[in-house]
């Protein structure tokens, strides 16, 4: 049970003044005539004063908590606070670690790319994408070259259409200065990409034993005759 903080010990100034806190109230910080009232499994009590449902929690050994101030009456609910918030963090940051960050690479293209370039710079765009990374691809226009902007525009195009299982065009082809600027993001999240990796190295593993299996047999035979 969570006790409250009394004038003049460290804490109160968070409740008095100064500091807007941002936890609900609970036990003797809820200054209500009477609350609708939850018990510890969710049954609903039902309106209350406040004395008895500060008794409540006492014989409960458990925190009473204004979880919906702004109703009227406001509903509090009998818990244990403490256990709550750790719980709580718990969940967090679980949840901020399988948050997969969202990352955006940048591929930047001539209008006039030769063949083996532009293959090489698809490949980057692929394997970005398959990695779950949003792809942005940059046409750099340099000279006369400013003067053709479709040229850049049907490369993106090409690009896009080259890509489309992996990828679907986020932000459609936009003129930014001396170049052209579009975003790809990828069909699969990043998580959902690293799940896939996963999952496909033990396979790679045994695909790569396998092959290796004939030139082992082969230099065992070997050494056989020899000897």
């Known amino acids: 049970m969570v006790a409250a903080c009394p004038p003049g010990e460290a804490g109160w100034e968070k409740f008095t ?15 209500v005539p009477e609350v609708r009232l939850v018990g510890p499994n969710g049954e609903q009590v039902g309106i209350v004063a406040l004395g ?16 919906a101030p702004t109703a009227r009456p406001p509903v509090a609910k009998l818990m244990d606070y403490g ?19 969202t990352v955006i690479k ?22 970005f994408l398959r990695q779950g990374d949003k792809v942005k691809v940059t046409i ?40 052209m600027i579009m975003v790809i993001g990828p069909h699969k999240k ?7 990796q996963r999952r496909r190295r033990p396979e790679e593993s045994e695909a790569n034993d396998a092959a ?10 070997g050494q056989t005759a020899q000897a």
Do not use: C, W
């Open 17 to 31: 003044g100064g500091h807007i806190s941002v936890e609900p109230r609970i036990n003797e910080r809820i200054r």
């Open 140 to 179: 750099m226009f340099r000279g006369r070259e400013q003067s053709r902007p479709e040229l850049g525009f049907r490369l993106l195009q090409r690009l896009a259409a080259d890509v489309e299982e992996l990828g679907f065009v986020e932000s459609q082809p936009k003129q930014d200065g001396r170049n």
């Open 83 to 101: 256990k709550f918030k750790y719980e709580s963090a718990l969940k967090a940051r679980e949840s901020r670690k399988n948050q997969a960050q």
């Open 212 to 221: 290796a299996a004939p030139d082992t047999v082969a230099a065992a035979q």
């Open 190 to 196: 990043k998580a959902e990409a690293k799940a896939e």
């Open 106 to 127: 940048e591929i930047k293209l001539r209008p006039k790319i030769d063949p083996h370039d532009y293959g090489t710079k698809r490949g980057h765009v692929e394997r």
């Open 52 to 67: 008895d449902a500060l008794r409540l929690a006492q014989e409960s050994d458990l925190d009473l908590v204004e979880v």
